[in-house]
């Protein structure tokens, strides 16, 4: 539909429209929010016994949502490009309608009575909030063993990701038109990277973290996975701003992102050659020079840089996460830790086996890495990483992720970097494997960059076709 005249889709076709599509049928009144939206609930219904995307599926109050999407048009009423939208978000964001579990079994029944500010934001721009996706416990690396875990819609062999793996599993499904992810240490990129699916993790402070469920406060990133770079732009203008409920929140105003999606300036992007020959598999570099080869195409400066410690800050990520795990779980663990899966308890107990010392050496060595990254990131526009440095893994392979060092640096280092210094970066379907799933670049910015690292994904998605693929699945 991009870039000729709208027609309205069909049932079939309604959910796999990009976010923008879907939004002027509404607001033209070609579709009504509350068709738009029992079609989701028709496909959730139909896919979930398989897919196991959500953990709540709110049909009452999303088609109510729906209604009052519908009420408001006819009466000239339009909220803006989310208005009767149809979304989801994960299950460790407040919603004061539904449990929010943090994929936990301990708070499964938790019933908060406030939504999260970046629900409450999505709200009052007019979507429809659509139920909670399933995350790994308590946003670590695995899900509950009592839990279900979310299947990759291209294969069910292939690897979900980690934390937000049922936001990227309903994206890449057809399940919501955009949906809230967290990332700490890769848990929106590694999910939209294994789903075929665009995530932006913002720069920290960016967007609000008041009402969600912590891994570790100062590493925890809230931001959209959606189909596009301009739908991720849509969504980000929504939930970004500051949050007095949130002191951490930046003060920084927020840019009409949508809008300037265009790269005025032929920007520079850095890449370590060095680095993705050492640590990402053949199919991860052969993805990552295709894209040097489109980039270099639109006009980009493509220079070899030299990362500063990736392979160390990847290693101290592990450390932080679990001091500052094991301060938010205080009031559960020890005193319930048989109710506990293994991932999230091994991961406290490293956290409370580390002393002051230990902690103020990690905090000395993360300021030293930020430094560096700014110093790096003023010489450039964007560093070219992976989203993940293996291809497409599958969950036989993860299943060694803590036994396997190669394994784990390949996974880590592209991701867990990138939230100790808490720049922005956009995961961009960027290929496929022989055997169909999905590959993903990821393109950093400098702090507060999201406009350029938006528009750069957005001018790559002008030129290629790989975030317009989607699984053929039927229930």
């Known amino acids: 539909m991009q870039g000729g005249m709208m027609t309205t889709p069909t049932s079939t076709e309604i959910p796999f429209l990009e976010l923008h599509e879907v939004s002027t049928l509404i607001r033209t009144r070609q579709l009504s929010s509350r068709e738009v939206t029992e079609a989701m609930l028709e496909r959730i219904d139909s896919l979930e016994p398989r897919l196991q995307a959500f953990a709540t599926v709110m049909a009452e109050s999303a088609l109510a949502e729906a209604d009052r999407a519908d009420s408001l048009l006819s009466r000239g009423n339009w909220l803006g490009d989310l208005h009767g939208v149809p979304v989801a978000a994960k299950d460790l964001a407040n919603t004061h309608d539904a449990p929010t579990g943090a994929g936990t079994t301990i ?88 789903n075929g699916v665009t995530g932006l993790k913002p720069t920290w402070g960016r967007v609000s973290r008041h009402g969600i469920f912590a891994l570790a406060p100062s590493l925890d990133h809230i931001g959209p996975m959606t189909r596009s770079s301009r739908d991720t ?22 840019p009409d992102y949508p809008n300037t999606l265009r790269v005025d300036e032929a920007p520079v992007v850095g890449f370590d050659r060095k680095l993705a020959e050492e640590h990402f598999d053949a199919a991860t570099n052969a993805m990552l020079e295709d894209t040097i080869e489109t980039v270099t ?62 902690y103020h050496r990690l905090l000395e060595s993360r300021r030293d ?86 528009a750069a994904g957005h001018a790559f998605q002008q030129v290629t076709d790989f975030h317009t693929r989607h699984p053929e699945i039927t229930g």
């Not at 010489?379 to 599958?394: H, K, M």
């Not at 060092?405 to 991701?415: D, S």
Request: hydrophobic share 40%.
């Open 369 to 454: 890495f930020t430094g560096r990254m700014r110093t790096l990131m003023a010489d450039i526009d964007l560093l070219l990483l992976p989203g993940i440095g293996v291809g497409s893994p599958t969950i036989a392979q993860m299943a060694n992720l803590g036994s396997d060092q190669k394994l784990f640096a390949a996974v880590t280092i592209p991701t867990a970097p990138i939230d100790n210094c808490g720049m922005p970066s956009i995961t961009l379907p960027a290929g496929f494997t022989e055997r169909g799933t999905p590959l993903a670049a990821q393109f950093v910015g400098g702090d507060f960059t999201e406009p350029l690292v938006l």
């Open 297 to 358: 195409g639109l006009g980009w400066r493509v220079l070899e840089v030299e990362t500063p410690g990736f392979e160390a800050a990847a290693k101290e990520w592990t450390a932080l996460c679990g001091i500052e795990t094991a301060g938010v779980h205080a009031a559960t663990y020890p005193a319930r830790a048989d109710e506990y899966g293994p991932d999230l308890s091994g991961l406290i107990e490293i956290g409370r086996g580390l002393s002051a010392i230990d």
């Open 107 to 194: 708070h499964a029944d938790f019933r908060p009575d406030f939504d999260a500010t970046v629900v409450a934001r999505l709200r009052t721009a007019g979507a429809v909030v659509l139920g909670k996706l399933r995350l790994t416990e308590g946003a670590f690396t695995g899900h509950h063993p009592d839990l279900p875990t979310p299947v990759n819609p291209w294969d069910a062999d292939t690897w979900s990701g980690v934390s937000s793996s049922g936001s990227g599993v309903a994206t890449a499904a057809g399940l919501c038109f955009a949906s809230l992810g967290s990332d700490t240490g890769g848990s929106i990129r590694l999910p939209s990277s294994a």
């Open 233 to 254: 732009a849509i969504v980000l203008r929504a939930i970004a701003g500051h949050d007095p409920a949130d002191p951490t929140s930046s003060l920084e105003s927020v």
